[in-house]
C-alpha cells in the first residue's frame, strides 16, 4: 500500500504534473529538509506509470546515501515499484529495469550511460539534491537522454535552489513547480519548531578572505577549528544539549575528528567522518547513530544532503557561512518530526555582529532584534541571543535555558537526580517506602500533541512481578509538578536527591556485573550513575513490557494522587 500523501505532498505531485501536461519539460520542486521529498517523487513515478505502464524512469543523485534512500522507501511503502527498479552504481549494473537509480558519476562513464540507454530511452528523469545538477556531469546525462528523446521530462527536487558559485538554476531548469519553505512547514506543524541560541566565542572573521562566495576554508579552519573554540563547543553541549542526537558541522576534515576526540574525552560519545571514509565504516558508524551508541557526529559536508535520521535534534554549526544554501541544508537535518520530538536546537558559534552571516534569522526571514540578539562584552561560551519560531518569533528576553527545552530546564532545577537516556524517557528510583514496596517514577518523550506520561512501577516484597500504572497525561509542567508531589509522598532522599555523597562513590562489584548484564556499564561509572542507569532499564523495560495492560487515569480525581495502595 502507498504512503499516504500530506496535503502539501499532493499539492507537490498535481504542481508538476500540470507543468508536464501545459508541456514545460524541465520544472523544479523545491522543499525544505524534511517535508518528504523521496516520497513526493516516488509517488509521482507511481501516478505517471498508471498513465504510462511502460514508461522508463532514470532517478540520479551524486551519493550513495541518496541512491539507497529511494530504493529502500520503494520496498517500504511502493514494494510494486521496487520490484522494476534496479540500481547503477560501482559493482551494480541493473540498467535495464524499468526504473534505474544511479549515481552520476557513475553515469559520467559513457559506457555505462550507452549500457542503461541501450535498454531504451527514459521518458522521465528524477534529480535529486539538484542543486548540483548546473554540473556537466549531469547536463551530459541530460543531453544524452534527450538525444534518444527528446520529449523527456525532468524534475529536479532540491532544498536549496541557490548556488554559491552564482551559477543559476534557470540553465537546467524552466519553471519551479512548487515551493515549500522551512517557515511554512514550521507554521503547518510538519517540520518542528527550530530553538537557536548563538553561543560567543570571541572569533573574528575580519581577516578571513571569501572564494566562490563563501569564506576561504582553510582560514576558517585556521581562525575556528582551535582547542579554545572545541572546548566551548563541548561546554556548551553539556550546558545545554542533554540526550538529544547531534551532528556538527565544522570547517575542514581534520577538525571533525579532532572535535569528535574532545566531544569522547569529555564522556560524550562522538565519531566522525569524511568523504574518504571508507563505505562500510559510514554505514556502521550511520548504524550506531541510529542506535544512540553514538551521540554526535562530525563532519564537514557528508550529512548536509540525504541523511535520513529524524531523531536528530541538536546542531552544532561550528562554521560560518555566507551561503543560504549550505546553512538551510545543515540546519534542516534537525527539523525533521518524529514522535517524541518536540523541537531542534541550533547552536551557533557565528559570530553575530558580522556582516553578510547567514543566521537562523536570515532563513526564516527574522529581523535581528539588537537589543536581545547581541549582547555587548559578552564573554566567551557566553550565549549572546536567540529565539525560538513556532510559527511566531519569541526571543530570548533572560535565561537561555528558557530557549532550551522545558525537560532540560526542569533537569537543571529539580533536587531529584533524574535519569534521562538516550531513549528520551526520564525516570527515578524513590526506594522502597515504609510499606517495603519499591517504587520508580518515569516520565515518556512527548507525544505529538507535546503531552508526556507519569507513570508509577511498583513492587513489594509479596510480589512476583512489578505493576506499571499511567498516572497523568497532560503536558510536560503539568507533569513533572505532579512527579514532584509523589516524589514528596513516597521518596527516599537518601536514594533520590541529586547530592548525596554515596553517588560518587565507584560503583560495586555487584553493581558492575548486574550492569553488564543489562548492557548499561560503562567504564568508569559511579555508584550513584549505575544505580541509576539500572533502574532506569529495568523500568523502561517493564513499561514497555506491559504496553496494553498499563491501567490508564480514569478520571481527574484519580489524576489528583488517588493511588491504588
Known amino acids: ?35 518528504g521529498k523521496t516520497a513526493v517523487f516516488c509517488e509521482l513515478i507511481n ?5 504510462a505502464p511502460d514508461a522508463r524512469f532514470l532517478v540520479l543523485a551524486h551519493r550513495k546515501e541518496l541512491i539507497e534512500q529511494p530504493m529502500d522507501r520503494m520496498w517500504q511503502y511502493w514494494p510494486e515499484l521496487a520490484m522494476r527498479s534496479g540500481i547503477v552504481m560501482a559493482e551494480r549494473d541493473d540498467f535495464a529495469r524499468q526504473i534505474v537509480i544511479a549515481t552520476v558519476q557513475t553515469l559520467g562513464a559513457r559506457v555505462r550511460l550507452e549500457r542503461a540507454l541501450s535498454a531504451g530511452p527514459f521518458e522521465y528523469i528524477i534529480a ?21 528523446n527528446p520529449d523527456v521530462k525532468l524534475l529536479g527536487v532540491t532544498a536549496t535552489p541557490l548556488r554559491a558559485d552564482g551559477i543559476g538554476m534557470k540553465n537546467v531548469y524552466e519553471t519551479t513547480a512548487f515551493k515549500y519553505g522551512i517557515k511554512e512547514l514550521v507554521k503547518q506543524r510538519w517540520l518542528v519548531p527550530p530553538r537557536w541560541l548563538a553561543i560567543q566565542t570571541g572569533i573574528s572573521l575580519a581577516n578571513v578572505s571569501q572564494h566562490d562566495g563563501d569564506f576561504t576554508a582553510k582560514q576558517l579552519a585556521d581562525v575556528y577549528e582551535t582547542d579554545n573554540c572545541f572546548d566551548l563547543v563541548v561546554e556548551s ?36 567522518a569524511d568523504g574518504t571514509t571508507r563505505k562500510t565504516d559510514r554505514s556502521k558508524i550511520l548504524a550506531d547513530f541510529r542506535a544512540n551508541k553514538i551521540q554526535v557526529l562530525c563532519n564537514v559536508g557528508i550529512y548536509t544532503e540525504g541523511l535520513d535520521v529524524p531523531q536528530v535534534s541538536c546542531i552544532h554549526m561550528v562554521r560560518p557561512t555566507k551561503s543560504d544554501s549550505l546553512y538551510t541544508q545543515c540546519i534542516g537535518r534537525s527539523l525533521r518530526p518524529v514522535p517524541g520530538k518536540e523541537d531542534a536546537l541550533i547552536l551557533d558559534y557565528a559570530p553575530t555582529e558580522a556582516r553578510n552571516i547567514v543566521m537562523m534569522g536570515d532563513v526564516l526571514g527574522v529581523e535581528a532584534r539588537k537589543d536581545v540578539y547581541v549582547k555587548e562584552d559578552a564573554e566567551e561560551g557566553e550565549v549572546i541571543g536567540g529565539f525560538t519560531f513556532d510559527g511566531d518569533v519569541h526571543w530570548m528576553e533572560g535565561n537561555p535555558m528558557e530557549i532550551v527545552s522545558r525537560e532540560l530546564d526542569y533537569l537543571e532545577l529539580s533536587p531529584f537526580s533524574w535519569h534521562h537516556s538516550g531513549d528520551h524517557w526520564l525516570t527515578l528510583g524513590l526506594g522502597k517506602g515504609s510499606d517495603k514496596t519499591e517504587r520508580t517514577l518515569a516520565i515518556s518523550a512527548p507525544n505529538v500533541d507535546g503531552h508526556t506520561a507519569l507513570y508509577m512501577v511498583w513492587k513489594s516484597e509479596q510480589d512476583r512481578w512489578p505493576t506499571v500504572e499511567k498516572l497523568l497525561i497532560a503536558p510536560f509542567e503539568e507533569v513533572s509538578e505532579k512527579a514532584e508531589e509523589y516524589i514528596g509522598q513516597f521518596g527516599n532522599a537518601v536514594l533520590s536527591e541529586k547530592n548525596k555523597a554515596w553517588r560518587r562513590q565507584p560503583a560495586s562489584q555487584a553493581q558492575t556485573k548486574f550492569a553488564r548484564g543489562l548492557g548499561v556499564w560503562r567504564e568508569g561509572m559511579t555508584k550513584g550513575e549505575c544505580a541509576e542507569a539500572i533502574t532506569h532499564k529495568l523500568a523502561v523495560r517493564t513499561i514497555e513490557r506491559s504496553a496494553g495492560r498499563v ?5 481527574v480525581e484519580r489524576q489528583q494522587l488517588v493511588l491504588p495502595w
Open 128 to 148: 535529486d539534491e539538484c542543486h548540483h545538477s548546473t554540473n556537466i556531469a549531469y547536463t551530459s546525462v541530460f543531453d544524452a537522454c534527450r538525444e534518444l
Open 551 to 555: 491501567a490508564q487515569p480514569k478520571s
Open 237 to 272: 553541549h553539556k550546558k545545554y544539549v542533554g540526550e538529544r542526537q547531534c551532528i556538527a558541522f565544522v570547517t575542514d576534515v581534520d577538525g571533525a575528528y579532532r572535535l569528535a576526540e574532545k566531544f569522547n574525552e569529555a564522556g560524550i560519545t562522538a565519531s566522525a
Open 47 to 51: 501516478r505517471e506509470m498508471q498513465k
Open 1 to 35: 500500500m502507498s504512503l499516504k500523501m500530506r496535503p502539501y505532498q499532493d499539492a507537490a505531485i498535481k504542481a508538476v504534473q500540470e507543468c508536464w501536461a501545459k508541456g514545460i519539460k524541465n520544472v523544479l520542486g523545491v522543499g525544505a529538509t524534511g517535508m
